[in-house]
């Protein structure tokens, strides 16, 4: 293949991946607008199931302590959206943002760690939304943090953004999704594969570029 052609190999290939750049920015627009619905009823759920289960313990609350949870509750809902704004504008959690294949690396292996990691890290999203039921729970002594919910101190923050660097509470069961919801993440998981492969194609079209360079500059001389 000739310096020419290699180097309208790359530039297609450059623009496959700003493609799929742009397709995995937009999947993430709706990942994070179908997400909003479900936490919001999640965490009503939550904690109104916990009200109902520990019958007893509500009931030695007295009207008084339920009135105040539950106008933190409605707080808690009115403001669910804007949580998840807030969790998922950390591009921490998106692992196309800023992707990079380590050199001669395991690129199979970095590959399906990055799919698995794209998934994982989008739930961990979610379930940190429901830490504020956790945060309810807890407050009024339904639960203990440890179980249902544990502090994850695991999470990487953007500290140019209010209140990151600090661990959050969250969800610490298993979580099924709304279908539709589940059905986007697989997507992005597998967009995020097709980034990866793409990457490693280039990286090996531009080092081969570079090689043919090199050897066409030495038969000059």
């Known amino acids: 293949m000739s310096v020419l052609e290699m180097k309208k190999k790359i530039e297609q290939l450059n623009t496959a991946i700003t493609e799929q750049q742009k397709s995995l920015a937009l999947l993430r627009q709706q990942i994070v607008t179908a997400s909003k619905p479900f936490v919001k009823e999640r965490i009503k759920h939550e904690v109104e199931q916990q009200v109902k289960s520990n019958s007893e313990h509500t009931k030695e609350l007295g009207k008084d302590a339920l009135t105040e949870m539950k106008r933190q509750l409605l707080s808690v809902l ?20 800023n992707y990079k294949v380590t050199p001669n690396g395991d690129r199979f292996g970095q590959g399906y760690n990055k799919e698995k990691l794209a998934k994982e890290n989008i739930r961990k999203g979610i379930k940190i939304a429901l830490g504020e039921a956790g945060k309810i729970l807890i407050k009024y002594k339904y639960l203990s943090p440890g179980k249902q919910y544990t502090w994850d101190y695991g999470m990487r923050y953007d500290y140019s953004r209010a209140n990151k660097g600090e661990s959050r509470l969250m969800y610490a069961y298993g979580l099924p999704l709304p279908e539709e919801l589940f059905q986007m993440i697989e997507k992005y998981s597998k967009g995020i594969w097709q980034l990866h492969e793409a990457s490693c194609q280039l990286m090996d079209s531009q080092k081969a570029l570079s090689e043919q360079e090199a050897i066409d500059l030495w038969n000059e001389v």
């Open 78 to 97: 009115d403001n669910s959206d804007a949580l998840v704004d807030d969790i998922f504008g950390d591009d921490e959690l998106w692992v196309h943002v």
